[in-house]
């Protein structure tokens, strides 16, 4: 069923797990992802970015209208997040477009921009009952910028700033920069885990992870029982789909039919689903 990020949340944080988010690009990512979280069990986050809208001419309900289905046509809980929104135009055609929950990402504004266009995102989801997360610090490596360098100063997130960010903006839960990045192909990252719980300490809200392609399994793990309570999985589902249609493609160079070759790049991406599920779960 289509149920709502928050409720999802909620659940999670009471159960003392947390919560998976799949970037979803093409229909066929909405599939992988449902029947993923049927193969593990458990609810995920079907989430939509900004960039994908675009890939998709702008269009967002069309997008939106395809996962939602997908989601409602599921035996596992699924929600619709709209992440990484950066375009206040987009962000406004969320609530209509069906999504219950937003990342607002003002990351790379100074602090009092991202404060001032954040607190207004926020006022603007409370009005709709829209749920909505925002990044503090700069996770890096998206649209193929260059990972940054985790430990420049201004990179990772600051506990004091954090907390007066959450009390200035009235965020529902916050995206931080602990040593993962954007877009790995190799899961090599290393949290910082006195960060994290330093973090979990001072913010009242849920912490989101960003970037967790990159982050091993067991450090995940860590992540998670330190308090981190959503996880978004982008890169490593289109490294496991894009594999398997080109295994396919290699094997079989006369296809044409794309569900030939769909098909084998969707049971790879459920399987990686499931795979991050039972990791968060
Ligand atoms: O918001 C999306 C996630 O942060 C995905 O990051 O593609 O590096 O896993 P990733
Ligand atoms: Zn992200």
Redesign the pocket.
């Known amino acids: 069923p289509l149920v709502s990020t928050g409720e999802l949340i909620t659940a999670a944080t009471a159960e003392g797990h947390a919560l998976a988010a799949f ?1 979803v690009i093409t229909l066929e990512h909405a599939e992988a992802t449902a029947a993923g979280a049927e193969e593990a069990g458990a609810p995920a986050v079907l ?1 939509v ?1 900004e960039n994908a809208v675009t890939f998709h001419g702008g269009n967002v309900l069309a997008v939106a209208a395809a996962a939602a289905a997908v989601a409602r046509a599921s035996s596992a809980p699924l929600s619709l997040h709209l ?2 929104v950066v375009s206040v135009g987009l962000l406004h055609a969320a609530h209509e477009a069906g999504f219950s929950s937003v ?1 607002f990402d003002a990351s790379k504004m100074t602090y009092e921009e991202n404060v001032g266009a954040t607190a207004e995102a926020v006022r603007w989801g409370r009005q709709r009952g829209i749920w909505v997360e925002a990044e503090l610090g700069r ?1 890096g ?1 998206k649209d193929g910028e260059a990972p940054l360098d985790a430990h420049a100063p201004g990179v990772r997130t600051d506990p004091r700033e954090a907390a007066a960010y959450v009390a200035d903006t009235g965020v529902d839960a916050l995206a931080v920069a602990v040593g993962s ?4 192909t190799e899961r090599t990252a290393r949290l910082d885990h006195a960060l994290i719980a330093e973090l979990r300490a001072a913010v009242p809200v849920p912490l989101v992870l ?5 982050v091993p399994d067991e450090e995940i793990r860590r992540a998670v029982a330190a308090g981190m309570v959503k996880i ?5 589902l289109n490294t496991a789909f894009s594999g398997a249609v080109r295994e396919y493609l290699d094997a079989h160079p006369a296809a044409v039919d794309p569900r030939k070759y769909l098909a084998p790049g969707r049971d790879a991406m459920a399987a990686t689903v499931a795979h991050f599920l039972r990791t968060v779960g």
């Open positions: 970037n989430q970015s992440d990484h990342m996770v490596g990045s954007h877009a790995m960003h970037g967790s392609s990159g978004n999985v982008g890169t490593a």
